[in-house]
């Protein structure tokens, strides 16, 4: 099965902060659409500064998972779009989520909580535990994957109890943190998964591109059962007394 997947990166690190240009001088979505394009997706990019920040109408009906990653601009995301997009996810669109996203409009607004980590920028070494290899996304991963110089993010994690835990991370420091998380919204999954502060290379290491690519491939909707009848007043279908 084809899956279409829009990648949406804020797009502002890489142009305003030396810092990060120097580890993704071409983007994160330059870095991450060509690793997913080589696991069979099928991937367009969309930043914050395109048109109806490239998810407008005709863009999501042709999307089966949006990928998103944002940070400094979560507030300069439209509500008129973050509404569009909630719906599309509610009507059963995939929605992949990474790092900073958590605190995202769309994904506060699909979560209904505050979504807020405790975090730190420093030396630490991330060790991601997998407690649920039989899952797809876990798929070949072993018993952990150790990302070697990530920003620590600590719990408590302010999401709704998840539906499936996937890995819990420890840090150097001494936290640890749910770090791959799925829901559903209406007939849509999500999936959150943390690693990818903009100022290491997380995104480079394959075995990060893998779960993400295997993450886009789980929240695809299933079958083509098309949209379902609306709900609206209705004659009875009976003859009532
Ligand atoms: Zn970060």
Known sequence: MTVRVRLWNEFWHERHNPEVRKVYPEGIHEVLAPALRAHGLEVRTATLEDPEHGLDEAALAATDVLLWWGHKQHEAVADRVVERVAARVH????????????????????????????WRVATDTERMWVVKPEHPICEGLGRYLEIPR??????????????ELLMISWFTGGEVFRSALTWTRGRGKIFYFRPGHETYPTYRIAA?????????????PRGEGGAPPQNQRREPIERLP
């Open 91 to 118: 009507a059963g669109m995939g929605l992949v989520v990474l790092h900073s996203g958590h605190f995202s409009k769309i994904f506060r607004r699909l979560m209904g909580t505050p979504c807020t980590v405790n």
């Open 150 to 163: 990530e920003e620590m993010y600590g719990e408590v994690f302010e999401v709704p109890e998840p539906e």
């Open 208 to 220: 990060v591109q893998a779960v993400i690519a295997r993450g886009c491939r789980w929240a695809a």
